[in-house]
Every structure is written in structure tokens, then in C-alpha cells.
């Protein structure tokens, strides 16, 4: 009778996780979507809250006119930071064009010294690693002008209205925030008389810690890693330091990527060239990248997210196999949701 009893409970537990796990998927494809600018706008009026408090208790400033002067700041703040950064990196990548040509001349330079090391390694006629070379670089080239190429004039016009659609998005949540900081206890009662309230509050409680404490601690690590990038960048006088110093660390958010895209081959390439210095300064920002990410990563969650590593990871993956480059963030998150309501559903 007991084995049947806990066999039942087995059941209803997995049934449970597939319905929770069907519910968030859903709920991630179809309606994050639409409610997204509101999402937005719940985190934006949480992190200005405490200011707009203090304004109206020091300064006698009513709600709305501090929400929207602080809102109007930290946009103003962002657009700039944005702008200079973007100034910076779109410079970078002009001169990186009109310089194209020469740096193809010296990359194939480059490749065909290494086609002659391999020949020499394998024992191989004179020339035959270059012209497999030749054939891989034609077939790709075919590639990109069939495939690659008319899809990007095909999304650019996509790319466009996507962007039109992002800049409405924000100012929806611009308004969104306003709104919800000048009535927020009457949005807190009306929330509180809910049936689902003390279900929601427990699940929005984890996943507002773990959200904010992901988002956080990759901020940071994006930050640092493109520090450390560009500085090294800079030390083997690449003249596009800051472009590359964040594509790597861009790069390095992602568990399955990771900085070691760029710097293990490019330090092999330089390995092959006989440039020991800068292999050595390719392998040392390598190094200190991963020990900066394993070393600050564990501190800086702790267990806010309450996850293992691994199954971390797992979400991430799925995440990404799923909705694509958002999938990095919404895997751990929906991995949080689930958890969370499985939890309160045990402490039922």
C-alpha cells in the first residue's frame, strides 16, 4: 500500500514538472513577447524606487515628477554611454574596412607559410595543403554570395522594423514605469487580494533574487573581461583593441563559446609565425579570462540562484536551442521558475 502510495507521488511530481515546464515555454514563446515592455518596466520602477523615495521624503518631490526625472536621467546616462562606446567601435570598424585589403594579403601570407609547415610536418608534396586551402576557401566563398549574403539584404529590412518596434517597446516601458511607481499601492492591493498572491510572491521573490543576480554578475564580468581583453589587445598593438576586447567578451557570456573562440586559435596562429611574445600574452589573457569568470562567478551568485553549475549550463543550452541568443538569459530563468513553483508546491 505505502510503495503505491509513494509510486503515486512519484508521478504526480513528474506530471507536475512537465506541466510547469510546458506552462513556462509557453508562456516564454507566446507571452513574454507581448509583455515584455512591462517586465521592463517592473524592473525600472524596482530600481529607481529607492531614489524616487528619497526625493519625495527629502526634497517634497511628488512620485511622478521624481520617477520621471530619474527615469529621464538613466536614459540620458545610457543613450550616452551607448553612443560614446558605439562612436568608438563604429570608428574602429571603418578603419578595419578600408584597411580590408591589406590585412587579407597578410592573413594569406600567414596561411601559406602555415600550408608549408604542415606539408613539411606530414611529409606532403609542395603545395598540397595550400590548395585544400584554395578549395575550402572557394566553397565557402560560394557560400556566403548564394546563401549568406541574400539573407542579409532579405533581414536588413526585418532588422529595420525590429529596431522600430525595440525603440516603441522602451518608451512603453518608460511609461509603464511612471505609472506603476505613482499608483504602486493601488496596483500592491489590488495584487495582494489576489488569489494568486502568495504563490506569486514566493515565485517572484526567487526569481526577482536570481534574475538580478545573474543579470549582475554577468554585467560585471562582461565588463571586466573586456578590460582585461582590450588591455591585452593593446599590449600586442592591435590597432582595433576595444572592437575586439568586447567581441570577446560578448564571447565569453556564453558558456558553449567562451574567450578561448578567438585566443587559443589566434595564439596557435602566432605559435606557428615563431611571435612567442605575443602567444604569451594571448595565453596569459586567456588564463586570467577564465580565472576571473571561475573565480568571481561562485561569489558573486553564492546560491541566490540556488542551481548547480551544470544544470546551469544545461539551461543554457536549451535556452539558446530554443529562443535563440535571448535563450542565454530566459534558460536559467525559466529553470528558476520552475523550481521555484515545484518548491512551493512541496510546502503545500
Known sequence: M??????????????????????????????????????????LAGAVRPAV?????????????GAVVLLTLLAGALVAGIACLGKLLVEQLVRFIENYGSYRDAALDVAERFCSRVDGWFSLKNGTAEDMMQVGLTRIGETVNTEVLPGISKRSVEAFGTLVYGV?????????????????????????????????????????????AYL????????????ICTVGFLFVKREYALLLGVGVAILDAFPILGSGLVLVPWAIVCLVQGNYVRVAILVFMYLLCVSVREGLEPKLLGNRIGIPPLYTLMAVYVGVELFGL???????????IIRAVLDTEKEE
Request: aromatic share 14%; proline share 4%; glycine share 10%.
Open 2 to 43: 505505502e510503495k503505491s502510495v509513494l509510486l503515486q507521488e512519484k508521478y504526480k511530481t513528474i506530471y507536475k514538472g512537465i506541466g510547469v515546464t510546458a506552462g513556462v515555454y509557453l508562456a516564454f514563446r507566446y507571452a513574454l513577447p507581448l509583455f515584455a515592455p512591462f517586465v521592463a518596466a517592473y524592473l
Open 53 to 65: 523615495l528619497f526625493l519625495k521624503r527629502k526634497l517634497r518631490i511628488p512620485v511622478s515628477v
Open 326 to 336: 535571448f535563450g542565454v538569459i530566459l534558460g536559467p530563468f525559466g529553470l528558476v
Open 216 to 227: 549582475k554578475t554577468q554585467c560585471i564580468l562582461i565588463l571586466l573581461i573586456g578590460l
Open 168 to 212: 516603441a517597446g522602451v518608451v512603453i516601458a518608460f511609461v509603464a514605469a511612471v505609472l506603476l511607481l505613482s499608483d504602486r499601492e493601488k496596483y500592491a492591493k489590488g495584487y495582494r487580494r489576489s488569489p494568486f498572491y502568495a504563490e506569486g510572491k514566493q515565485v517572484l521573490g526567487r526569481l526577482s533574487e536570481a534574475g538580478v
